[in-house]
């Protein structure tokens, strides 16, 4: 069957490409496991569009993977069964800003980044921020409920919609909550589709709320020596400051980030592990106090050096070599852990993976980096330039089972914030009951009867 000239009828056929450099360049997002094997590529313009693009899906059986920035870590915006990819960089206007809300809504194309300026020229601000945001999309951030390094401070992407308007595997078009504060009329089905991966429905219109703009903020970079420790300075500090992220990260992966870019080194001595954390400072007393929770840390052996910026140039500096690590290993095909207990729960957690690590990847490269501030942990394995990407694939998932199952021993998540994706679908039932997965089934069944909805992700 062509399914070409209906899928140019629907969008214009300037809007449709069959070149094998857009087949493979939409065809994957960052994971590199998996063969690109999409039949086409769809620019969407319009909502119209979309319903209709759905209905000629159910009716020739074809599979829609949606597109954003593609900055995903789990597979989840991967073609590789002959599937239509459904790209909304065209859907990307900012439609709507009501200052009384707070809130804009937005064409799913919008690019994070773009979302934060136009708030800032509002006044406002918008806190969902990570490594990504320059690239990532606001749909694909509601599809997977992206978090990043202000949860601890704003919660995830979830807390801040207000309104959906999405697509239904039926082609239905569905308004979800619209925009409203309060609404306490049955269930709320907008937080079905937020972090749904696109199996249910795409979004084709998102309202989403702004807060009030944060005061002036220090960013500090500590030297720690044990994982274990990061969790006593992150007591610490919250008994002086509130803390608007707290972050770690492994040397290595300050290695990493410094040798692929024109940072240098922080500390003239090197420390196993690295703290980055975040606190508004419009005055004197809270520069005061956070010095005080610095100098408790030290006296503690917890912290062995530390450096506090002085002005928002050195803020952004010191963030940068937090948010640089991902990009920085992207090209050493790491196998992504993306796993979170409760925040109380860390330190043993983290022993007890640290001793399965250090024995079941005795010749790996191990990078760790996270948002420990609110459990999230980030362990990447780092495939040898010698050993084929299935062949490491492989070893990996097998001894992932072993750290997966600390994770369901201490009642944790295999995937914090990048999602299932073809990734880790085997892996759902150590973070999921078999009757929650046969509830998400059955929820799928309603909204995607055909299965055509991002097919063969999540479950």
């Not at 693009?53 to 059986?61: D, E, K, N, S």
């Not at 006296?299 to 062995?304: D, E, I, L, M, R």
């Amino acid at each position: 069957m062509d399914i070409l000239p209906r899928l140019k009828e629907i969008v214009g056929e300037e809007n449709v490409s069959n070149e094998k450099s857009n087949l493979v360049a939409y065809g994957l997002d960052w994971t590199r496991f998996f063969e690109p094997d999409p039949i086409a590529i769809v620019f969407v313009r319009t909502t119209k569009q979309v319903i209709q693009l759905v209905q000629f899906a159910r009716t020739a059986g074809l599979g829609l993977v949606p597109s954003g920035g593609r900055t995903g870590l789990s597979g989840g915006a991967c073609a590789t069964n002959g599937e239509v990819v459904v790209s909304f960089e065209k859907m990307n206007q900012v439609l709507d800003f009501s200052s009384a809300d707070a809130s804009v809504t937005v064409q799913p194309g919008v690019i994070t980044a773009n979302l934060q300026t136009f708030a800032e020229e509002k006044g406002l601000f918008y806190p969902v921020d990570f490594a990504s945001s320059g690239s990532s999309q606001i749909g694909g951030n509601i599809a997977t409920n992206a978090g990043g390094i202000r949860v601890l401070r704003y919660g995830m992407t979830r807390q801040q919609v207000s309104g959906l308007m999405v697509v239904t595997g039926a082609g239905e078009l569905l308004e979800l909550n619209k925009g409203l504060t309060k609404n306490n009329t049955g269930y709320d089905l907008r937080h079905l589709f937020i972090g749904s991966e696109g199996t249910l429905g795409f979004v084709v219109e998102a309202t989403v709320q702004l807060a009030a703009m944060p005061e002036k903020a220090t960013v500090m970079l500590l030297a720690t020596p044990r994982m274990e420790d990061c969790l006593e300075i992150l007591t610490a500090f919250r008994e002086h400051i509130t803390l608007n992220a707290f972050e770690f990260f492994s040397h290595n992966a300050l290695e990493s980030v410094v040798s692929q870019s024109d940072l240098e080194s922080p500390f003239a001595t090197p420390s196993t592990f690295y703290v980055l954390l975040e606190f508004e400072s419009p005055g004197e007393q809270a520069l005061a106090d956070a010095l005080t929770a610095f100098e408790r840390c030290t006296s503690q052996g917890w912290v062995t050096d530390g450096i506090v910026a002085s002005s928002e140039s050195q803020n952004r500096s010191l963030w940068q070599y937090r948010e640089r690590i991902s990009e920085s290993i992207t090209s050493r095909t790491p196998y992504k852990n993306d796993i979170a207990v409760r925040v109380s729960q860390v330190p043993e957690f983290l022993y007890e993976v640290e001793q399965l690590v250090g024995i079941s990847y005795p010749d790996f490269e191990i990078v760790w980096f996270g948002h420990i501030g609110d459990g999230n942990l980030h362990l990447n394995i780092l495939k040898p330039a010698e050993m084929l990407a299935d062949q490491f694939k492989k070893q990996c998932e097998q001894v992932s089972e072993s750290i997966l199952a600390v994770v369901q021993e201490f009642g944790g998540s295999v995937s914090a914030e990048h999602g299932i994706g073809l990734m880790k679908k085997g892996q759902l039932h150590f973070s999921r009951s078999e009757q929650e997965i046969a509830s998400l089934r059955s929820i799928k069944t309603i909204f995607d009867p055909d299965g055509i909805m991002n097919p063969g992700k999540l479950l």
